[in-house]
């Protein structure tokens, strides 16, 4: 089994609809965070979490909430989606000491 | 703020070739580099992870160096297989663990 899961992997949607993206480790580890890449473009921080108290904005938060359920749990949402959000978005964790991040499949969206 | 460069965008060489990629980062004061592979509609594969007082890593066919005060690092494929065609992408590591990705190089390996 995966290590770092993404539900859904696929998701297509319209303009104003609000959209949970989930993501689930079983890796243990305490960092977690959510990327968005464009395409031929790199990726871009959305949030990170450090623990399940912990929450920061990344480079492009605006338009997107996250969640830190549990330790192994970290949701992303959009709240009211609009067209230029359609993006691969990835899930991410580290351990503490954050030497190495681990990536989920990632969740490919599509606002029409 | 952290800027990461890779060139060139694209590459498409023949099987058999060594190849070197690149990736550039504007500062220097960085935590790790870690290189990744990433194939279509999959997710970010870990290649090699370079600590900031490391020189090289190797891992098969796989080489990257780094070179800090320079702000430079380079993927070296031996070898390459037509198995190899993907997008490589550097990222390098930031004091409190943030990742800046370079926009990736896009390998083709034709047989």
């Known amino acids: 089994d995966a290590d770092v899961t993404q539900t859904p992997r696929n998701r297509i949607t319209k303009t104003g609809k609000r959209i949970m993206l989930e993501c689930s480790q079983t890796?243990?580890?305490?960092?977690m965070y959510w990327y968005r890449q464009d395409p031929g473009l790199g990726l871009q921080l959305i949030y990170y979490?450090?623990?399940?108290?912990?929450?920061n904005k990344g480079e492009i938060s605006d338009g997107y909430s996250v969640s830190r359920q549990a330790q192994a749990k970290f949701s992303l949402s959009l709240e009211s989606a609009i067209p230029n959000q359609t993006a691969l978005y990835f899930c991410?964790?580290?351990?503490?000491?954050?030497?190495?991040?681990?990536f989920g499949p990632g969740t490919r969206l599509t606002v029409l | 703020k952290q800027e990461v460069t890779q060139i060139p965008a694209a590459l498409s060489v023949p099987e058999g070739e060594n190849l070197v990629l690149n990736c550039s980062f504007t500062?220097?004061?960085?935590?790790?580099l870690q290189w990744f592979r990433q194939d279509p509609g999959k997710g970010l594969t870990s290649l090699l992870l370079?600590?900031?007082?490391?020189r090289e890593q190797t891992s098969g066919r796989l080489n990257a160096s780094l070179d800090k005060s320079s702000g430079r690092s380079t993927l070296y494929i031996a070898a390459s297989q037509p198995g190899d065609s993907a997008t490589y992408l550097c990222?390098?590591?930031?004091?409190?663990?943030?990742?800046?990705f370079g926009g990736g190089t896009r390998l083709m390996v034709k047989p």
């Open positions: 890796k243990g580890h305490d960092r």
């Open positions: 979490s450090f623990d399940v108290k912990d929450i």
């Open positions: 990222a390098v590591n930031n004091a409190g663990n943030m990742l800046t």
């Open positions: 500062d220097s004061a960085i935590y790790n």
């Open positions: 991410a964790t580290s351990d503490v000491l954050g030497y190495e991040q681990f």
């Open positions: 370079i600590q900031s007082s490391q």
